[in-house]
Structure formats: C-alpha cells, structure tokens
T-cell receptor, first 114, second 113 residues
Framework: DSGVTQTPKHLITATGQRVTLRCSPR?????VYWYQQSLDQGLQFLIQ???????AKGNILERFSAQQFPDLHSELNLSSLELGDSALYFC?????????????FGPGTRLTVL | AQSVTQPDIHITVSEGASLELRCNYS??????LFWYVQSPGQGLQLLLK??????LVQGIKGFEAEFKRSQSSFNLRKPSVHWSDAAEYFC???????????FGAGTTVTVRA
C-alpha cells in the first residue's frame, strides 16, 4: 500500500459525459501528479500540482482540468468524454516538487467510456 | 528534449534465469533515473533510483541497475527471477531543474515455469 488513495476504482460512463476522479496523497506529501495509461499511448504525464499550485503540465487535453485543494487532495475533471479517453488514470504523490523526488502511485481509476 | 527508450516490449524468461531490461535515454547532462514495476491490476512501485555516485545501485526485490554514461543507459538486472517478478517494468528519467518524469513505454516480463 503506497498510502495514495484514488476513488472510484472503476467508472463507466457514456460519450459526452463529465466525470471527476479523486486522489488523496500520502500524508506529508505536497505534490500530486496525474497520469493516463492506455494501451496505445503508454503512461502519459498529464499535470502536477504542488501545495495547491500548478507546477507542470504535460499532454493534458483542454477538455481535462485538475485542481489541488487546501487539504492537498486533488481532483481530475474530464469532460465531453470520448471513446478514446478510456484508460487507467493514476495519481501519484511526492514530498517535493522536483523530478528527483520519489513518486508514490495510487492504485488507479479505470475509466470506460461507452 | 529528453526521451526514454525501452527497446524490448516483451521479454519471456524462465524461473530462476537471469533478467536484464534495457533503458536508454537522451539528455545532455546526468539525469535522475528510476525503475518502476507495475504488477497486474496495481499501481507503479519504485524499484530503485540513481542520482549520482556509485553507478551500480541496489533496489528492492533483489533488483539492481547500472548507470553507464557513455552508453546513456540504465539497465535493470536480476540474477534469478521468481514467478512473482512477472509484471511490467518502466524506466523513468527526470531532468535537472525540472519537475516531471518521462516514462518509457514499458517492458512486459513473462516468467515461465
């Protein structure tokens, strides 16, 4: 158990819908990262927050947004969902914000868009 | 731009045999290097990391990796694999003064009895 929790574990929804994925980092960690893992794209970095502020952005679509709240939990919002958004979404956390900090991964949320 | 290459998509190895997974990166300076493992249905777990110093690093579960600057490589090894080592392995690279990691495409390891 990494100490990072993600809810829900599974999510099935329809095209055009909007969903919210939630992540609670390990106690004491200030950084939260979001990744998308799919068969064709592999593990793609989406976005990073550190202590409530956006720190780095990766291949995140405009239809996707995220935020980190004062209690440090984070939410990833996916809207106007398409079939291609079906993937495993991971959250990770680390103490600091730099690339040398070990990232601890949650178990993921599997999103299926029908 | 930095990139991470894991040349082997899939490796099959017999239980008890040795295992070596390749990772190459492109980056001008010494990067921060990581190997993660993802067991089926699980998140990623850190096996080991290299920042500086001794180029041979030991990790958890009996894994080790060697940093070779001349070859821009950070290959992962295990002398004797166990059936529980069947998983997907990811090499990741972090750039100095940067925030995020770049992950390779992953290598799936199958262990046969």
């Amino acid at each position: 158990d990494s100490g990072v929790t993600q809810t829900p574990k599974h999510l099935i929804t329809a095209t055009g819908q909007r969903v919210t994925l939630r992540c609670s980092p390990r106690s004491g960690d200030l950084s939260v990262y979001w990744y998308q893992q799919s068969l064709d794209q592999g593990l793609q970095f989406l976005i990073q927050y550190y202590n409530g502020e956006e720190r780095a952005k990766g291949n995140i679509l405009e239809r996707f947004s995220a935020q980190q709240f004062p209690d440090l939990h984070s939410e990833l919002n996916l809207s106007s969902l398409e079939l291609g958004d079906s993937a495993l979404y991971f959250c990770a956390s680390s103490v600091g914000d730099r690339s040398y900090n070990e990232q601890f991964f949650g178990p993921g949320t599997r999103l299926t868009v029908l | 731009a930095q990139s991470v290459t894991q040349p082997d998509i899939h490796i099959t190895v017999s239980e008890g045999a040795s295992l070596e997974l390749r990772c190459n990166y492109s980056y001008g300076a010494t990067p921060y290097l990581f190997w993660y493992v993802q067991s089926p249905g699980q998140g990623l777990q850190l096996l080991l990391k290299y920042f500086s110093g001794d180029t041979l690093v030991q990790g958890i579960k009996g894994f080790e990796a060697e940093f070779k600057r001349s070859q821009s490589s950070f290959n992962l090894r295990k002398p004797s694999v166990h059936w529980s080592d069947a998983a997907e392995y990811f090499c990741a690279v972090g750039k100095q003064n940067d925030y995020k990691l770049s992950f390779g495409a992953g290598t799936t390891v199958t262990v046969r009895a």
